[in-house]
């Protein structure tokens, strides 16, 4: 490729298919994809993905000009997965659906949070899903700034959600212990912060509260956000304004 080639998103620079080869963008993005989900990004460079496919560097950069573009292509890859369908009308139902897709993408690709965070996904794949999204919030308000704002709310919570349940399994990967082992391990000092009755509310909350799940904690979470939403909506009748 030429410099002049080189310049713009990776999307404006897909080369056109020519004849059929052993490697391709697509292998190079799904065997890549596959090392970042097994050790994170920092697995990831041109070299090691070369060896995982058996080739020379040289010839991955005659399909990716780059880790950033191959990146690129992974993260739009990936939003391609489970897409929603068209809405059923049904805003709240049509919003909760677009957000557990994310939720299950994310889980699914560790990796991908970090990224979306940063910088926005802007691929073919990563704009399809952002127009379901902002099709279902439709269903909700006629106003786009709302209903960006809505989706953009959503999202936000579902990645904090995510983090919180990837940290647990970074915990368990580091240590080597489940969620169960520590509470074990932890067990006696919890015990004795009780019985001293200095934290009152921590004493109740270890004794008398059941323990949600990760599941259970965001769909809580996403049922309090539906419901503000529907009492925040300009154009809903009895909505606050």
Known sequence: ???????????????????????????????????????GLEALSMR????????????????????DDLIDLMVDAVQGEEPTGPPSGD???????????LRAVLLRHPWLARVL??????????????????????GL??????????VGLLTNYVQGAVAAE?????????????????????????REVVTSGEYPEFGRRVIEARDLGFEEHFEF?????????AARSVDRPGGEG
């Open 221 to 229: 979470g996403l049922a309090c956000l539906l419901d503000g939403v």
């Open 117 to 138: 965070t940063a910088r926005p996904a802007l691929g073919p794949n990563a704009l399809r899903r952002m127009d379901e999204a902002l099709l279902a919030a439709r």
């Open 166 to 190: 990837l940290a647990e399994q970074e915990a368990q990967r580091r240590t080597g212990m489940s969620e169960e082992q520590w509470r074990a391990s932890v067990g006696p000092y919890i």
């Open 91 to 101: 805003w709240r139902a049509d919003l909760a659906a677009v957000t557990r897709r």
């Open 48 to 67: 090691t993905l070369a060896a995982e496919l058996g080739s020379g560097t040289t010839s991955l950069y005659r399909h990716v000009s780059g880790r």
């Open 141 to 150: 308000t006629g106003d786009i700034t709302l209903a960006s704002a809505v």
């Open 1 to 39: 490729m030429t410099k002049d080639q080189l310049q713009g998103p990776v999307w404006t620079r897909m080369p056109k298919a020519g004849r059929r080869q052993a490697l391709t963008v697509g292998r190079i993005v799904e065997v890549a994809t596959r090392m970042a989900d097994a050790g």
